[in-house]
């Protein structure tokens, strides 16, 4: 399994609108990508303090593989989004978690 963080960058006329836009773009892309047998889990979103119209949006699929095929059908859906919403297309960043056991560093307690 992989963790996907994709980084939304909308314009900045739109930074105040972030909720609403994410919640559009993700009824585009979701119904598809909820029955796709990589699809792990639902996304969470984070909006970026300090640039508000940066979004983080992360979830976990089940291959990097099978991720990158799945996404090619999302480009061609996202495009007029990308055109009106954003400065550019999201980036995409694959994360592999790393098994640490934050209860051993404590002594477990």
């Given at each position: 399994m992989v963790t996907v963080v994709e980084t939304w960058r909308l314009r900045?006329?739109?930074?105040?609108?972030?909720?609403?836009l994410m919640q559009d773009m993700d009824e585009l892309v979701g119904p598809p990508a909820h029955v796709d047998p990589?699809?792990?889990?639902?996304?969470r979103f984070f909006q970026?303090?300090?640039s508000p119209g940066e979004i983080w949006m992360m979830?976990?699929?089940?291959?990097?593989?099978?991720?990158?095929?799945?996404?090619?059908?999302e480009e061609l859906l996202l495009a007029d989004f990308y055109a009106k919403y954003c400065v550019g297309p999201?980036?995409?960043t694959y994360f592999t978690e790393?098994?640490?056991d934050v209860?051993?560093?404590d002594g477990g307690s």
């Open positions: 900045d006329e739109f930074a105040g609108q972030a909720l609403e990589g699809w792990c889990e639902h996304g970026r303090q300090s979830y976990a699929w089940r291959s990097r593989s099978e991720h990158e095929e799945f996404i090619r059908n999201r980036e995409i790393l098994p640490v209860d051993a560093a």
